[in-house]
């Protein structure tokens, strides 16, 4: 199975800074990574697929970047809305696998 | 607008039975394979299951291999988890979620308790 390894594991940040989380794998996974935002009793939702690529909807804010077994979240600007869990998952190969999630929080 | 809800949680006791359904509008269900993927209480996401939009091919975590079974119905646009022999670690919210690789609509969820 392909690990998932992010970190950190909490970010504390205030609003307005640019924050990087970044996500390993334990093998390559070529581009085939999604980024989720989960906040607390809701569903996560889609921000980012195939690395890079932005949801729709999604604030131009939010970018991803890599490719192989390195990939990073990152928000430009964060906004009071993007206090959340960030989690990663590859869809390289079976079974599908998320990394542990980030937890942003509210310096 | 493309929909997603869950339903059959609740609690059972170690080594009984559950199924969950999850009924999808607003898309044409039988084109998309489905997911199940599940979050124990305070902890991550954990991919559950998966299976091709014709159900011919399916897939399991090694957690749920041999106890759970994913499958659908096309022909009334939901998605079933069949999950048999629960323990407690199987406690968790479950979430159907569209598509196998990158998941874009995801159901509320459904709260599966195993306890005795």
């Known amino acids: 199975d392909i690990q998932m390894t992010q970190s950190p594991s909490t970010l504390s940040a205030s609003v307005g800074d640019r924050v990087t989380i970044t996500c390993r794998a334990s093998?390559?996974?070529?581009?085939?990574l999604a980024w989720y935002q989960q906040k607390p009793g809701k569903a996560p939702k889609l921000l980012i697929y195939?690395?890079?690529s932005l949801e729709t909807g999604v604030p131009s804010s939010f970018s991803g970047s890599g490719s192989g077994t390195e990939f990073t979240l990152t928000i430009s600007s964060l906004q009071p809305d993007d206090f959340a869990t960030y989690y990663c998952?590859?869809?390289?190969?079976?079974?599908?696998?998320f990394g542990q999630g980030t937890k942003v929080e509210i310096k | 607008e493309e929909q997603l809800l869950e339903s059959g949680g609740g609690l059972v006791q170690p080594g009984g039975s559950l199924r969950l359904s999850c009924a999808a509008s607003?898309?044409?269900?039988?084109?998309?394979?489905m997911t199940w993927v599940r979050q124990a209480p305070g902890k991550g996401l954990e991919w559950v299951s998966g299976?091709?939009?014709?159900?011919?091919?399916?897939y399991y975590a090694d957690s749920v291999k041999g106890r759970f079974t994913i499958s659908r119905d096309n022909s009334k646009d939901t998605l079933y988890l069949q999950m048999n022999n629960l323990r407690g670690e199987d406690t968790a919210v479950y979430y159907c979620?569209?598509?196998?690789?990158?998941?874009?609509?995801w159901g509320q969820g459904t709260t599966v308790t195993v306890s005795s």
């Open positions: 607003g898309f044409t269900f039988s084109n998309y394979a």
């Open positions: 195939k690395a890079s």
């Open positions: 979620a569209k598509r196998e690789g990158v998941l874009d609509v």
């Open positions: 998952q590859q869809y390289n190969s079976y079974p599908r696998t």
């Open positions: 299976i091709s939009g014709s159900g011919d091919t399916t």
């Open positions: 093998q390559s996974i070529s581009s085939w």
